[in-house]
């Protein structure tokens, strides 16, 4: 059974995507990115922007009947090499003993200039 999980984020229905779409027992979240949804705020600092993604991605999971426990796979995008190592221990602090399957990439740039990480993941439900 397919199930599509929405924020209210204005971009999912502008520009056509679920924020999560549950498939069976796996929950495939999109790309994130660091946007308080309540304010529409992104901070300036990328460690900040990945506090707010995970805060994101976290509420979307429980809504999907899962949790950042289950996650298997993370992908990190960052628009700067100098934003790997925050990000990257916001990561581990999150991850730490779930350790999923991972990678990180540095991308020429992202939607919008203020972007500066956007994370995707795989969970598993249950």
Do not use: W
């Amino acid at each position: 059974m397919r199930h599509l999980i929405t924020t209210g984020s204005p971009f999912e229905t502008t520009f056509g995507y679920s924020r999560a779409v549950v498939d069976g027992d796996l929950v495939f979240v999109s790309g994130t990115t660091g946007y308080d949804y309540a304010t529409m705020i992104m901070p300036d600092d990328a460690a900040d922007q990945t506090r707010n993604i995970f805060q994101t991605i976290a509420g979307v999971l429980v809504d999907a009947g899962s949790s950042l426990d289950q996650v298997v796979r993370a992908q990190y995008f960052v628009t700067d090499r100098t934003f790997c190592e925050p990000v990257l221990r916001v990561c581990g602090a999150v991850f730490g003993s779930i350790r999923p399957a991972a990678g990180i990439y540095v991308v020429a740039g992202l939607l919008k200039p203020e972007m500066k990480v956007e994370i995707e993941v795989t969970a598993r439900r249950g």
